[in-house]
T-cell receptor
Framework: EPEVTQTPSHQVTQMGQEVILRCVPISNHLYFYWYRQILGQKVEFLVSFYNNEISEKSEIFDDQFSVERPDGSNFTLKIRSTKLEDSAMYFC???????????FGPGTRLLVL | QKEVEQDPGPLSVPEGAIVSLNCTYSNSAFQYFMWYRQYSRKGPELLMYTYSSGNKEDGRFTAQVDKSSKYISLFIRDSQPSDSATYLCAMSTLQGAQKLVFGQGTRLTINP
């Protein structure tokens, strides 16, 4: 069964450093998303991406964040200058051309020290 | 008022029991409703998807939506220890690249 994959599974970084989280969505899917989940809190929407551009972004997704689909398979989230409060689980998701249901990857646990 | 409210539990029931999980919401524009299951430190796994009021059944799981009351439920029949997880409700306003708004999640334990 096709699935969303994410790398790395864990990332530890120093405050102020740049990180890139990588995702490979399900191959025939057209809509891509990033969410985050701070420990013990709700899953929160960050950004949606369709047709090579951002469709919607949340207040969390400020100028420190960017997304890119550099080739036909990868979807990346970049945090330019990490803050302590960026520590969270980051989930990538994708959905097909109907966009009805979103399938999530296993997540990248980011720890900013 | 929060957009989506879900009792975080924890909820503990004996094996074989019927489990009822619920969410309420305030935004009447929500049209699509989902239930996800999340095991500890894993990604949410889609269980059920509905877009109309009424019931939808899939094996031991039944999703119920009451748009007039802004209330959704997930019922698990013949609960198993492997059902122990956190259950998240999620909803969106439209199809396409629409953000999902999640509830807090209910932590469920099924005791053998």
């Amino acid at each position: 069964e096709p699935e969303v994959t994410q790398t790395p599974s864990h990332q530890v970084t120093q405050m102020g450093q740049e990180v890139i989280l990588r995702c490979v969505p399900i191959s025939n899917h057209l809509y891509f998303y990033w969410y985050r989940q701070i420990l013990g809190q709700k899953v929160e929407f960050l950004v949606s991406f369709y047709n090579n551009e951002i469709s919607e972004k949340s207040e969390i997704f400020d100028d420190q964040f960017s997304v890119e689909r550099p080739d036909g398979s990868n979807f990346t989230l970049k945090i330019r200058s990490t803050k302590l409060e960026d520590s969270a689980m980051y989930f990538c998701a994708s959905s097909d051309n109907l966009g009805e249901t979103q399938y999530f990857g296993p997540g990248t646990r980011l720890l900013v020290l | 008022q929060k957009e989506v409210e879900q009792d975080p539990g924890p909820l503990s029931v004996p094996e074989g029991a019927i489990v009822s999980l619920n969410c309420t919401y305030s935004n009447s524009a929500f049209q699509y409703f989902m239930w996800y299951r999340q095991y500890s430190r894993k990604g949410p796994e889609l269980l059920m998807y509905t877009y109309s009021s009424g019931n939808k059944e899939d094996g031991r799981f039944t999703a119920q939506v009451d748009k007039s009351s802004k209330y959704i439920s997930l019922f698990i029949r013949d609960s198993q220890p492997s059902d122990s997880a956190t259950y998240l409700c999620a909803m969106s306003t439209l199809q396409g690249a629409q953000k999902l708004v999640f509830g807090q999640g209910t932590r469920l334990t099924i005791n053998p």
